[in-house]
């Protein structure tokens, strides 16, 4: 029973052509003609459906021209529809003025692959930059990446703001801080911020065409190394897609394993948050301390795992390090060391006034807008979303809510507040999981013999990693080779989030607001 | 003539001069230790000093002479104040030419000099910086001259070796006025020299700063002058504040042998207002810039209060 599948069968009728081949077998997926393409998601947006991602393939090898997919979620059901593109006329209608977040996956289909959305309201490029050559789309299979490319002279054209009293401050690539590199570019009239343009590119490595040169097993290393600080949250998505297309299923104490990689990962992360959110308005004490605990947990990785940011421990097929009893031992009373002295740190969090009269009201994100603009993750989660895929789309040892009992806050003031109150309760959480992981951890091995993908199969999935849910979605070559490999990281939905919430707030709140979303350049820039 | 004045005079501006740093030093040693953390030492800002001087001055294409001069003219002002705020000894032959209105004005000067840097290389930055300390200023000195006025009618005077004068001759008394200009001055002083809640000095995001957005294409020795006329007027708030409300320990007229007392008092009296500032800045969080209105604005309700007190009460 799928309810979005139901939609959509009902709204367009015979147009709708059902695809095999695309695993796990609980994410359908279904081909509809060009014209209905925007149809369909009319029909998702009637359905309460949300715009996940949207992506272009290039399958020539395959015999076929383009593929634009378009992935819908509602609930626990993901839904791709796919059109194709022929090669002579490369335009699809755009989904922009049904789903917001389609402005920046199309203008990056379009920069990247070369397809133009017929109907998008802003022909800027977007990742590209204006020196790569008009022709010059990296995804498609024409393009040899070992040839350097030419460079053209061009500028970029920012949103204009007239007036009185009008000024502009643009700020970075280049931050004060260590940070990765985006340009904001504010109009301000006094304080009041009045627009924000965000615009990033300025790490991109070219990941997802360097994907379809690697075999399945280095695609694993490279995918842990998409954005840094979410290495297992990636990775462990690339697996599961690639393992529900060769059709191994991890024995379940890899499972678990995973899940305690995810859940420090996503304590370590919320930690150096919340103190980085404290130091932002000046409150350097919680930073010093929330990074001593930070760095607790990772000099514990290293110990127990050998990475600092468990790096490459997580490997198609299972796990490449398993947990001894003095490990166990050692998790155990670190995380009772941890929430005791989190407690009082977020003791003092909490009843600093001078703190509360930052941190509330700032940066909100309504309910409605968080919405609109399909924001996943801690986001979503402060703007009263409640989405998070350890419950809508799980795997073992999340998928046994009776043992488990997970439970995801959800806040609905949307201000820098909620958005750091959430990590809080998260933490708390990640806390609860991690003791019940390793007193009920399962016996067994700890990966299962590697498979390869079945030529010509496409693979999905989506991983809660801190940020919120990251998707991977694989497509097998004639040859089994990787053909595309689609990253969407949350901060490719979430950055659209900051530029909302920023409206009406004054200058100086920005970096508080910024730091309260924390979201990444890397695995958005890819 | 009598070299002796002389000699205080010039004791007291190298007082100033080398011991500004170590105060910051000291400020920022608490402050790490505070945070749970090891400290640089007590004389971390020598060194950053020496590293800036032996750094080449790199210019904005567009600066004018205003850029070049301001940081000689902001140390210039702050080496003058130092003459005149008795913090050794009352015997100062600078101290009858101004009094503590020339100060405020001093104080301005600089300000409004560094203001005129921040716009003239035209940065967004810049101008910023320049626009929020122009909007303290215009709160925090009036408030500054309310608080002060107070003072100076408790002790009949204006000038500051005269008011510390007075308050050795015993014609002095404890007046609730009194505390009412100290509270005052203890917000203005935060202000004014840029501590938590009002802007943070060791910041690196622009968009937040105040005073540091105005200096952020200095370089080279134009920044050591500037960062070091920083420090120098914190080293002369805390000693301003000190012979307004506090002056015991400093010479009085003709005491030589004062001297190396008045160094040792004032020496503690720094570490003691060292762990002051850094108590308020632990426990605070930058305010938000508008809050600036009404934390300026009790400043100067706190001061108007004083000066009616000391009417209606004394």
Known sequence: MSTLKDALTSALGENVTLRDAQYPNSVISCTVPKEKFVDAAKTMKKAFALLAAEWATDESPMGRGFGVYACYRWGAEYLIVKTEISVDDPTFPSLTKQFVPAYRFERQIKSLMGITPAGHPDPRPWIKFEDWPEDAWPLRKSFDPSKPMSRVKGEYQWIKADGEGVYEIPVGPVHAGIIEPGHFRFQAVGETVINLEGRLGYVHKGIEKRFESLSWHEGARLAARVSGDTTVAHVLAYCMAMESMAGCNPPERALWLRALFLERERIANHLGDLGAICNDAAFAFMLYQMMRLKEMLMRTNHKLFGHRFIMDKVIPGGVAVDIGPEGKSEIYNEMDYLSKEFEKLVAIYDENSSLEDRVRDTGILSAEMARELCVVGIVARASGLNLDCRIFNPFPPYGQYERLKLDVPVLVTGDVHARAWVRVLEVRESIRLIRWLLVNLPGGAIACPETMPEPGSAGFAAVEGWRGEIIYWLQAGLKGEINRCMVRDPSSVNWLGLEQSIHGNIVPDFPLCNKSYNQSYSGHDL | ?314
């Open chain 2, 1 to 314: 003539m009598n070299p002796y004045p002389l000699i205080v005079e010039m004791l007291q501006i190298a007082t100033l001069i080398v011991l500004a740093p170590a105060f910051v030093g000291w400020v920022r040693t608490l402050k790490c230790w505070a945070q749970g953390r090891t400290s640089a030492g007590l004389f971390q800002p020598y060194r950053d000093l020496d590293k800036l001087f032996s750094k080449d001055i790199l210019l904005p294409e567009n600066a004018s002479w205003i850029f070049r001069f301001t940081p000689y003219l902001v140390f210039g002002t702050m080496v003058l104040a130092g003459g005149i705020i008795p913090i050794l000894s009352i015997d100062l032959p600078l101290a009858p030419t101004a009094d503590v209105i020339v100060i405020v004005a001093l104080f301005a000067i600089g300000r409004f000099f560094t203001a005129l840097a921040g716009m003239d290389i035209g940065t967004a930055f810049g101008g910023m910086g320049s626009s929020r300390e122009m909007m303290i200023a215009s709160l925090a000195e009036p408030a500054m001259l309310m608080a002060i006025f107070t003072v100076s009618l408790a002790n009949k005077s204006t000038s500051l070796s005269q008011i510390v004068h007075v308050i050795y001759s015993g014609q002095s008394v404890l007046r609730p006025s009194l505390s009412f200009a100290l509270l005052a001055f203890i917000l203005i002083a935060l202000a004014e020299t840029g501590r938590i809640p009002v802007d943070n000095p060791s910041t690196h995001l622009e968009l937040t700063m105040i005073h540091e957005a105005m200096i952020l294409e200095y370089s080279g020795r134009h920044l050591a002058l500037i960062e070091w006329a920083g420090m120098m007027k914190l080293f002369l708030f805390v000693m301003m504040g000190m012979a307004l409300f506090a002056p015991w320990g400093i010479a009085p007229r003709g005491d030589i042998a004062a001297i190396p007392y008045a160094l040792v008092i004032t020496a503690l009296k720094l570490g003691v207002m060292g762990i002051v500032i850094v108590s308020i800045e632990t426990g605070l969080a930058k305010m938000r810039l508008f809050r600036l209105t009404e934390f300026l604005g009790a400043a100067f309700l706190l001061a108007t209060l004083g000066m009616l007190s000391y009417f209606i009460l004394d």
